[in-house]
């Protein structure tokens, strides 16, 4: 069961082996938006974002006999990259599943973290059989990018590092803000956050039309995404919540935001001008609520999930313009 | 006298108010140059650069009665938002000589902090004789960007974290690659290092045509740059080395390098794709370094102070073209 120990565990294992990314403030930003803003920049994390944290975890829990089988996993980009770079530490064979159209960035970097990429068209193909098939197949071990015990422990490692981050500065959070794909990121840290400091209120922010979460929060149970939306966040426009992530978020929530692309747009190059941070459009939504209005913050601190920032140069040159 | 007592009381001073900075490595990064690549990242300090360091520690040695009439600085930007924050905790009056041509980003900024800004043009006025004739005229203390012992041991407190980020991880670094302008973080970090980790080789390194920290370690004596040469590196184009940072480089320093732009430019969109972080041109002078071959780095350890990140994003999505 996914609880405080269990994470505990996986913060254990992940110990010399993550980075403990900084929660970061700048004094013009507080200014600007009229409360103390702490930044968790898991930007900084390897890989470029949180998911190394959630798949060295799921890794390192394996039996020897069974991690030996090398691992396979599905994901549009930033799992790839968590996966492939854990799979490295332990010496052992990845494969990964990725749509055709993921960012050159993030499928580059798979590569070079020594993966083989299976390539597969988004529209018309199933990643999670394919990736079922391949594990049938070589006897591989399936890392799923979220509904798993022990990948959503790996992400809630991001949840004691904040609360003893804020601790050390002798400072409790009014509200955490977090991006939400599938809700492995959130049902982790929130499961921390609701042992260890109850009072923060949290929520989860997703783009406009991949507000599945959201809604889902809302009737109390899990809706899926019209197929029709597009967005600039690849990172986390899953089609609907997670079996498993689900129900820990909605015990655990108070509820979620939607934002606008412009808001995201304005988030990513707020962050670049003022807080010096690369971060992707998916993991910017988080400061993208806040700029939309979405929080009363007056006086009050927030921590906002900063949780990747695998973005390609040329497109956020070209202001995210299609290319 | 400049020495390792002064720059631990800074540390001291500074202790609750500056960002300890993460010293940051990048698998991919250290595979592609060949060795361990630590980037001690300046440019997430307050004020988007370590000058916040030394403005900080001068303001806080004054005695109440010096400082309660207020401070003055010139600067091409980076000092002067330091000063303008520092000024800004102890709530006196800061006013700052700044170039016409300085960078907007940190123009705006300054001026946000509350500090008064006093425009000069760099071709035919001396922002020094300005700033000395506003302290004579206002009783205001001169802030010097580098040519002052609290300044330098405001900076050197980079030092003494790098040391204790290094051994926290049981490391210790080979070379030490230092951006340098009049040469007050070079003199502060190498005065730390010499004293406790004497092994590591210390290198400044600065764009081609401003190399006058270089030619003056092999001279033995400070020589100054050609007036002709022009640069992105805005940061970090002083006319020559310091008086008192000179003296403290000369005695630490194992040489230095010099840098085309274009190398700068690689090392800028690098740390932007690869590390998560929004370096200016003359922040990033370290890596190009590496990037231009001038350091043998295989296998070995090389710390790389990013020194600040304050870019107008319009000119980075231009790849620095003139706009």
Chains 1, 2 share one sequence.
Do not use: W
Request: glycine share 10%.
């Amino acid at each position: 069961m996914l609880d405080y120990a269990l994470i505990h565990q996986a913060l254990t294992r992940l110990s010399d082996h993550r980075v403990v990314t900084p929660l970061l403030e700048y004094p013009l930003i507080n200014e600007m938006l009229g409360g103390r803003v702490l930044f968790k920049a898991e930007n900084l994390q390897k890989t470029g974002s949180f998911k190394f944290r959630g798949a060295f975890n799921k890794i390192a829990s394996l039996e020897p006999s069974q991690r030996e089988r090398g691992v396979v996993a599905y994901s549009s980009g930033n799992h790839a990259q968590g996966v492939a770079a854990a799979a490295q530490l332990f010496s052992i064979d990845a494969t990964v599943v990725m749509p055709t159209d993921a960012p050159l960035l993030k499928r580059r970097n798979t590569e070079k973290l020594g993966a083989r990429l299976v390539l597969y068209d988004q529209k018309t193909e199933d990643r999670k059989a394919i990736a079922e098939g391949i594990s049938a197949k070589t006897g591989a071990i399936i890392v799923p990018p979220y509904d798993d015990e022990m990948v959503m422990a790996g992400q809630g490692t991001i949840g004691i590092e904040i609360v003893t981050q804020l601790r050390m500065s002798r400072m409790e959070a009014d509200f955490l803000l977090c991006p939400v794909g599938g809700g492995g990121l959130m049902a982790g840290i929130s499961t921390v956050l609701r042992s260890l400091m109850p009072s923060t209120q949290l929520y989860c922010v997703e783009p406009e039309g991949f507000d599945d979460t959201r809604r889902s929060l809302e009737q109390g149970r899990r809706l899926a995404n019209h197929g029709s939306a597009i967005s600039i966040c690849d990172a986390i426009i899953t089609p609907m919540p997670g079996e498993m992530t689900f129900p820990v978020n909605l015990a655990n929530l108070d509820g979620g935001f939607a934002v606008e692309e412009s808001a995201i747009i304005s988030a990513v190059d707020m962050l670049f001008e003022m807080a010096k941070l690369v971060v992707e459009p998916g993991g910017a939504v988080g400061l993208a609520a806040l700029l939309a209005n979405k929080l009363e913050l007056q006086g009050r601190t927030v921590v906002i999930i900063l949780s990747g920032g695998n973005m390609d140069l040329g497109r956020f040159r070209a202001q995210f313009k299609v290319l």
